[in-house]
């Protein structure tokens, strides 16, 4: 309830969605022949079953004359095979996987009484809407809009598919996913009054076999509502919350403050209501047989849990034992790594300073080499000038051999002449 002013209160009207997960084909079997009341189902009215309605393959309204409905398990489970093939072609589908995922969305009760028949259309659009983004309109399977039931709803089958394999973890995995997934859908149909309910509050989500017990457990009886509302009204004062006072502890004081005066209230009332007494006798005694039953599954339930945390705690145990191992592997041949980097490292620099004795060799090479190649270019010098004096002793010699050659020719004959006169 939300406080208008210490005398008024306005009920609020919730977004309603629930989510159940199928991981064998016989419980989605099972879910769909329930959903198309091919199964006796008393929880539905008989004769409101044939207003139920089904959407056509397209997904954009209930299905009329031209567009064939998907309205019976039969032709569910083939639009559920053809797409599991589709998907069983991209890899192996684990044997545990999540093979379709059961949707429920409704309102509160008070939302359907003030909804008119248009609001209610745009409503049932919207939140097909919803499924076909969350899922793609491919993997739907079947979606009916049922009104036999205490609370009209929509009930829809969809395939959890992702990036071409199955991952219910991916839309369902873990409180703040469902949480995101509540917030998304109260956004989706805001505008027509409905709002999402407490977040991160303390109460437990229900599935929608929970929802459906809930719902068979109304009790029907004779109490004059609009009269017993004002009088809740007028009787109930809420006191403000102090500066002081934890807003958990501020609620839990509302809670039972209202719990108490709406007892006092309703007491004396439905003493005179035998048979609303009688019932309400019989529901408590169902609700104490259920409370036995309920603590009975958590015994059993933490057993299981026990077992179950005990091995794989044992896994957990040998798995960290098998990473110690690895990693003192690991931490051995990072050891023999380093030793070898060192060992490198000390002939990196003996090679170093080798490389820098190379060095002082090759510049004292190289000042030979300019000193040898001065001397060279010096002596080259000294050879051009002794073969510049040889070029011209030459010259010379050629000249004197020639002149020689001439004073031969001039005097010789003389010399023979001589040389007869001498004989």
């Known amino acids: 309830m939300f406080l208008k002013n210490e005398t008024e209160f306005i009920m609020p009207q919730y977004a309603i969605l629930r989510v159940t997960k199928h991981k064998t084909v016989q419980n989605l079997v099972s879910s769909l022949k329930h959903n198309f009341r091919e199964i006796p189902t008393h929880n539905a009215n008989p004769e409101m079953t044939k207003n ?7 997904y ?34 684990r044997s545990n996987a999540v093979l379709a995922v059961e949707y429920l969305f409704t309102a509160s009760p008070e939302w359907w009484q003030q909804s008119t028949s248009e609001i209610r259309r745009k409503w049932r ?37 992702y990036k071409g ?40 989500h229900k599935t929608i076999k929970q929802y459906y017990s809930e719902i068979n457990q109304v009790m029907s009886g004779n109490v004059p509502k609009d009269e017993l509302n004002q009088e809740i009204r007028q009787k109930i004062h809420i006191p403000k919350k102090s500066l002081l006072e934890t807003t958990d502890g501020y609620q839990k004081k509302i809670y039972q403050l209202v719990e108490q005066s ?21 529901k408590q005694e169902e609700l104490e047989e259920l409370d ?5 599954f958590f015994k059993n339930q933490q057993k299981i849990i026990d077992e179950e945390v005990l091995l794989r705690t044992q ?37 170093s300073l080798e490389v820098d ?36 002793l030459c010259k010379k010699l050629k000249a004197t051999q020639l002149e020689l050659s001439r004073y031969k020719e001039k005097y010789e004959p003389n010399q023979s002449l001589d040389s007869d006169l001498t004989l």
């Open 262 to 282: 709406v007892h006092e209230i309703l007491a004396p009332k439905y003493a005179y209501f035998p048979k609303v007494k009688s019932a309400l006798n019989n």
């Open 292 to 296: 036995n039953q309920k603590r009975e």
């Open 165 to 204: 394999k199955l991952n219910a973890r991916h839309f369902f995995g873990g409180r703040k996913i469902l949480s995101a997934l509540q917030t998304d859908y109260a956004t989706q149909v805001a505008d027509f009054g409905l709002h999402r309910g407490i977040e991160n509050s303390k109460a437990t």
């Open 315 to 351: 896994n957990l145990d040998f798995d960290l034992k098998l990473a110690v191992l690895e990693k003192e592997e690991l931490s051995n041949e990072l050891k023999h790594r380093d030793e070898i980097i060192s060992k490198q490292n000390e002939q990196i620099q003996d090679l």
């Open 125 to 161: 659009k919207r939140t097909i809407e919803f499924l076909k983004q969350k899922h793609g309109v491919e993997n739907i399977i079947t979606a009916t809009y049922q009104t036999d039931e205490t609370t009209p709803h929509i009930s829809a089958f969809v395939i959890p598919e």
């Open 52 to 58: 139920n309605g089904h959407f056509s393959m397209k």
């Open 357 to 392: 004795i190379q060095s002082g060799v090759i510049a004292s090479l190289n000042i030979k080499f300019h000193e040898w190649r001065e001397e060279k270019l010096k002596q080259e010098r000294v050879m051009s000038e002794h073969q510049q004096a040889f070029d011209d």
């Open 60 to 93: 954009q309204d209930l299905a009329n004359n031209e567009d064939e409905p998907i309205n019976t398990t039969s032709k569910a489970m083939d639009v559920f095979n053809r797409r599991i093939e589709q998907i069983a072609r991209n890899g192996k589908i």
